[in-house]
């Protein structure tokens, strides 16, 4: 999406990239349907401000179909300002509805009559498959509808021509993430949110007492929510419409629950999706798991529905960020739309927007349904995707302990350790390696205090059961610094060598990956580090080479929304203000950008797109304009380092003079509260997830090695493992060398750098966005594999 040339912010001329694109004549309405999911409001914000920049004019179109059929006073043009402080807000301010009337021709007629007096013929549908279905109908028989209006007077003949066809784009709002082709829905992240702080809650009040806890998730025909929540919070049991438990679960989820409390562990936490089924189709609910574990062991249990709690809240940072990108993506779509392209959805795959065939993503997603009915369970998972497959993988290595004799020993032993400053999502990720270790035959051992604690020898054995309750817990148990090894090669080696240490696991930021070149360059002169080596990217900063996204990012980047969000409300009272805050991230600006577009703001400075006075000054001016409309506030982000004398201080002081008489300024430096907090759902999958993947090659490695004494040292043997697009990478740390910046400490080639332009639009700047780099209609054939969840490699 293009950089942006600082000129065109003040200049004002039409941006380069959308020449062809402009939407000038055209009219679009975006309208909410089917069961609400928060970030639906984002979305509508993203379509209206962009539908405006492009010259087009947009309608809200209320209640969903139902207000397209009333028509009059539910179909209304929307301004800047209609979309202002709605970005934070769950739901969908324009209201959504079920609607039979438009299931009926002649609702659709009366739908397609108040569409065309207004000259509406691009619809933008934020919605369900159901709703996404409506729509498609709708376009196929808009031209025989508007001839029936023209035979009937109700719509003059010209009319017919000059609105012809209809194009259509959907965007999937839906909290089960139950569609296929797009790795998340809009809300899942959001609904994600909520059950985990549930689950967290939960866990404090039964820890006290000795309890088990049944909890029921949303997801009436997809497990998804279900499945990842006990991954996230390493429930005991789960219970999905695609995988009904195997015959006999009765005896052996009891097994499971009283040997847990024969180990003294006092929390039993069991998740139940709501359409949880047997083998046999039958719905297994929430009370008779209840009364099976009461009537068996006698266990003092409670059942929690948590119901549409799921549903409400504020949108998380994730469900913002996708749903601006999609709501800007539909634009562009419809603007490019002719008569021949087929109705579309706009998708995320990994980190990239792209267009898939609507009716094809529909298709798939009733497959799955039909798998179901018909019992094969197996397909039905397949169908739901390679990521939905993984995570229930990887839930099942993690839940269940094979006896020590089913487990075939390796005699390796390995070793993992947290370097850097902590990151949330760490413990995640130390509990997941040493769970995977353990199930492949491996010894492992806990560094404690990072390369400091490792040549004073503070490591220990660490069992499947030590590791238990660590998903939830913020920051690093086992305790990280940020010193390199190069210091203590000597003792560290030493200490490989007294432990037998045949594999080596590193989780943590920037100084993680420069203590691994140091290990791959200090391998001519100590044998020791001739083992593998990988490091898992945790930190908030999100710079480290090799990967788009860093565990500990996601959690930073909610804390920054929700203060701003918090702060932006404090100036609800009083009139004119402007908000400076500084963000962390050292000299990477993702925090800054990310937490920019999150959390709407005016702008933001970073150090990857450097800035001078004038930019200051067109900004000033930007802020004077706006406090003229009703919007009376205004929110700036600065990176930390993004300049020498730039400071939070002096760009405060500038504001401040500058803004006389028509705003006042405030600033906040957020601090470390960024690397602290619970990890988001997010970051306790992803580590979960990306660790296991790491102790998968290590074990890989170890098996083709065995018995032979052999040394590693070629470069694939000392890798930083990285999620890229879509794909997790193991890249030899040497081959990253020549794409890091050192003396800043971040990556020569960032790709949230083509976002820049997007909070640059939203926040009314005259910003290219280059539409080249946007997603051309693909297929679903050679992605079906890829589709739901976080990025599909994970």
Same mark, same amino acid.
């Given at each position: 999406?293009?950089?942006?040339?600082?000129?065109?912010?003040?200049?004002?001329?039409?941006?380069?990239?959308?020449?062809?694109?402009?939407?000038?004549?055209?009219?679009?309405?975006?309208?909410?349907?089917?069961?609400?999911?928060?970030?639906?409001?984002?979305?509508?914000?993203?379509?209206?401000?962009?539908?405006?920049?492009?010259?087009?004019?947009?309608?809200?179109?209320?209640?969903?179909?139902?207000?397209?059929?009333?028509?009059?006073?539910?179909?209304?043009? %929307?301004?800047?300002?209609?979309?202002?402080?709605?970005?934070?807000?769950?739901?969908?301010?324009?209201?959504?509805?079920?609607?039979?009337?438009?299931?009926?021709?002649?609702?659709?007629?009366? *739908?397609?009559?108040?569409?065309?007096?207004?000259?509406?013929?691009?619809?933008?549908?934020?919605?369900?498959?159901?709703?996404?279905?409506?729509?498609?109908?709708?376009?196929?028989?808009?031209?025989?509808?508007?001839?029936?209006?023209?035979?009937?007077?109700?719509?003059?003949?010209? *009319?017919?021509?000059?609105?012809?066809?209809?194009?259509? /784009?959907?965007?999937?709002?839906?909290?089960?993430?139950?569609?296929?082709?797009?790795?998340?829905?809009?809300?899942? +992240?959001?609904?994600?949110?909520?059950?985990?702080?549930?689950?967290?809650?939960?866990?404090?009040?039964?820890?006290?007492?000795?309890?088990?806890?049944?909890?029921?998730?949303?997801?009436?025909?997809?497990?998804?929510?279900?499945?990842?929540?006990?991954?996230?919070?390493?429930?005991?049991?789960?219970?999905?419409?695609?995988?009904?438990?195997?015959?006999?679960?009765?005896?052996?989820?009891?097994?499971?629950?009283?040997?847990?409390?024969?180990?003294?562990?006092?929390?039993?936490?069991?998740?139940?999706?709501?359409?949880?089924?047997?083998?046999?189709?039958?719905?297994?609910?929430?009370?008779?798991?209840?009364?099976?574990?009461?009537?068996?062991?006698?266990?003092?249990?409670?059942?929690?529905?948590?119901?549409?709690?799921?549903?409400?809240?504020?949108?998380?940072?994730?469900?913002?960020?996708?749903?601006?990108?999609?709501?800007?993506?539909?634009?562009?779509?419809?603007?490019? *739309?002719?008569?021949?392209?087929? %109705?579309?959805?706009?998708?995320?795959?990994?980190?990239? %927007?792209?267009?898939?065939?609507?009716?094809?993503?529909?298709?798939?997603?009733?497959?799955?349904?039909?798998?179901?009915?018909?019992?094969?369970?197996?397909?039905?998972?397949?169908?739901?995707?390679?990521?939905?497959?993984?995570?229930?993988?990887?839930?099942?290595?993690?839940?269940?302990?094979?006896?020590?004799?089913?487990?075939?020993?390796?005699?390796?032993? /390995? %070793?993992?350790?947290?370097?850097?400053?902590?990151?949330?999502?760490?413990?995640?990720?130390?509990?997941?390696?040493?769970?995977? !270790?353990?199930?492949? !035959?491996?010894?492992?051992?806990?560094?404690?205090?990072?390369?400091?604690?490792?040549?004073?020898?503070?490591?220990?054995?660490?069992?499947?059961?030590?590791?238990?309750?660590?998903?939830?817990?913020?920051?690093?148990?086992?305790?990280?610094?940020?010193?390199?090894?190069?210091?203590?090669?000597?003792?560290?080696?030493?200490?490989?060598?007294?432990?037998?240490?045949?594999?080596?696991?590193?989780?943590?930021?920037?100084?993680?990956?420069?203590?691994?070149?140091?290990?791959?360059? *200090?391998?001519?002169?100590?044998?020791?580090?001739?083992?593998?080596?990988?490091?898992?990217?945790?930190?908030?900063?999100?710079?480290?080479?090799?990967?788009?996204?860093?565990?500990?990012?996601?959690?930073?980047?909610?804390?920054?929304?929700?203060?701003?969000?918090?702060?932006?409300?404090?100036?609800?009272?009083?009139?004119?203000?402007?908000?400076?805050?500084?963000?962390?991230?050292?000299?990477?600006?993702?925090?800054?950008?990310?937490?920019?577009?999150?959390?709407?703001?005016?702008?933001?400075?970073?150090?990857?797109?450097?800035?001078?006075?004038?930019?200051?000054?067109?900004? /000033?001016?930007?802020?004077?304009?706006?406090?003229?409309?009703?919007?009376?506030?205004?929110?700036?982000?600065?990176?930390?380092?993004?300049?020498?004398?730039?400071?939070?201080?002096?760009?405060?002081?500038?504001?401040?003079?500058?803004?006389?008489?028509?705003?006042?300024? $405030?600033?906040?430096?957020?601090?470390?509260?960024?690397? !602290?907090?619970?990890?988001?759902?997010?970051?306790?999958?992803?580590?979960?997830?990306?660790?296991?993947?790491?102790?998968?090659?290590?074990?890989?490695?170890?098996?083709?090695?065995?018995?032979?004494?052999?040394?590693?040292?070629?470069?694939?043997?000392?890798?930083?493992?990285?999620?890229?697009?879509?794909?997790?990478?193991?890249?030899?740390?040497?081959?990253?060398?020549?794409?890091?910046?050192?003396?800043?400490?971040?990556?020569?080639?960032?790709?949230?750098?083509?976002? $820049?332009?997007?909070?640059?639009?939203?926040?009314?700047?005259?910003?290219?966005? +280059?539409?080249?780099?946007?997603?051309?209609?693909?297929?679903?054939?050679?992605?079906?594999?890829?589709?739901?969840?976080?990025?599909?490699?994970?």
């Amino acid at each position: 999406m293009g950089d942006v040339d600082s000129s065109s912010a003040s200049s004002g001329s039409f941006p380069k990239y959308l020449e062809h694109l402009s939407g000038d004549g055209k009219a679009i309405g975006v309208l909410t349907s089917g069961g609400d999911a928060q970030g639906m409001n984002a979305a509508v914000r993203a379509v209206v401000r962009m539908g405006i920049y492009v010259g087009a004019k947009v309608y809200f179109i209320y209640e969903g179909y139902q207000g397209m059929v009333d028509g009059g006073s539910n179909i209304v043009e %929307a301004n800047w300002e209609s979309v202002s402080s709605i970005l934070q807000v769950g739901g969908t301010i324009i209201g959504s509805a079920r609607c039979q009337a438009f299931r009926s021709r002649e609702g659709r007629l009366k *739908a397609a009559c108040n569409l065309v007096r207004l000259g509406i013929t691009n619809l933008c549908v934020i919605g369900g498959d159901g709703s996404l279905t409506g729509a498609n109908l709708f376009r196929k028989e808009w031209n025989g509808l508007l001839e029936e209006l023209a035979k009937n007077g109700e719509i003059d003949k010209d *009319a017919v021509e000059k609105h012809s066809y209809l194009n259509v /784009v959907g965007m999937v709002g839906s909290i089960d993430n139950d569609f296929c082709g797009t790795d998340m829905t809009i809300g899942t +992240d959001s609904a994600l949110h909520r059950i985990i702080e549930v689950v967290d809650a939960i866990m404090t009040t039964a820890q006290s007492h000795q309890r088990t806890f049944v909890l029921e998730v949303m997801g009436r025909h997809c497990g998804y929510l279900a499945l990842v929540s006990a991954l996230a919070c390493g429930a005991d049991w789960v219970f999905l419409p695609e995988s009904p438990p195997e015959e006999g679960w009765e005896e052996n989820m009891c097994l499971k629950l009283s040997e847990n409390r024969a180990q003294k562990k006092r929390l039993n936490i069991i998740i139940v999706a709501e359409g949880a089924i047997d083998t046999q189709n039958k719905p297994i609910s929430s009370e008779k798991i209840k009364e099976l574990v009461v009537k068996q062991l006698g266990f003092d249990t409670r059942v929690t529905i948590l119901g549409h709690v799921q549903r409400g809240g504020t949108p998380s940072a994730f469900d913002r960020i996708l749903a601006s990108r999609m709501g800007v993506e539909a634009v562009v779509a419809l603007l490019e *739309a002719t008569p021949q392209t087929p %109705a579309c959805v706009v998708s995320l795959r990994g980190n990239h %927007a792209v267009r898939l065939p609507l009716m094809e993503c529909v298709q798939m997603t009733q497959d799955v349904q039909k798998a179901m009915d018909e019992r094969r369970f197996k397909d039905a998972v397949q169908l739901r995707g390679r990521s939905f497959e993984g995570n229930l993988k990887t839930y099942k290595r993690l839940a269940m302990k094979l006896p020590d004799d089913k487990i075939t020993k390796s005699n390796c032993n /390995v %070793a993992v350790i947290n370097v850097g400053a902590p990151a949330a999502g760490m413990n995640a990720a130390v509990r997941s390696a040493v769970r995977v !270790g353990i199930a492949d !035959g491996h010894r492992m051992y806990a560094v404690y205090d990072g390369f400091d604690g490792f040549a004073k020898g503070q490591v220990k054995e660490i069992r499947w059961g030590d590791v238990g309750g660590w998903t939830g817990q913020g920051g690093s148990i086992l305790g990280t610094k940020r010193t390199l090894p190069g210091k203590h090669l000597e003792s560290i080696a030493e200490q490989m060598r007294s432990h037998s240490i045949n594999a080596l696991l590193i989780i943590g930021g920037f100084e993680a990956y420069l203590g691994l070149l140091e290990l791959a360059a *200090a391998r001519e002169k100590h044998e020791e580090f001739c083992v593998p080596m990988v490091m898992v990217p945790a930190t908030v900063s999100n710079n480290v080479p090799g990967s788009d996204f860093s565990i500990g990012a996601d959690t930073a980047l909610n804390t920054i929304t929700d203060t701003c969000d918090r702060i932006k409300q404090s100036a609800s009272g009083t009139k004119r203000r402007v908000f400076i805050i500084e963000t962390m991230g050292g000299y990477c600006g993702y925090l800054a950008n990310m937490g920019g577009l999150a959390a709407g703001a005016d702008a933001a400075y970073i150090f990857e797109e450097p800035f001078d006075i004038r930019d200051l000054q067109s900004n /000033v001016e930007h802020l004077t304009e706006k406090m003229k409309t009703t919007i009376q506030r205004g929110l700036v982000l600065r990176n930390e380092s993004c300049s020498v004398n730039y400071t939070t201080d002096f760009i405060y002081q500038l504001y401040s003079e500058e803004g006389k008489g028509v705003f006042d300024c $405030r600033k906040n430096v957020l601090g470390h509260m960024q690397q !602290g907090g619970s990890p988001s759902p997010f970051d306790r999958n992803f580590g979960t997830k990306i660790s296991a993947r790491a102790m998968e090659w290590i074990t890989d490695k170890l098996k083709g090695s065995q018995g032979t004494g052999k040394k590693f040292v070629s470069d694939d043997s000392i890798c930083v493992l990285g999620i890229i697009k879509r794909d997790l990478l193991f890249q030899p740390v040497v081959e990253l060398k020549k794409e890091t910046d050192f003396e800043h400490r971040i990556p020569k080639e960032q790709w949230w750098l083509k976002l $820049r332009p997007l909070m640059k639009i939203l926040a009314k700047y005259k910003a290219s966005y +280059d539409v080249s780099d946007a997603g051309k209609l693909e297929s679903l054939g050679h992605h079906h594999a890829t589709s739901h969840g976080e990025p599909a490699a994970i």
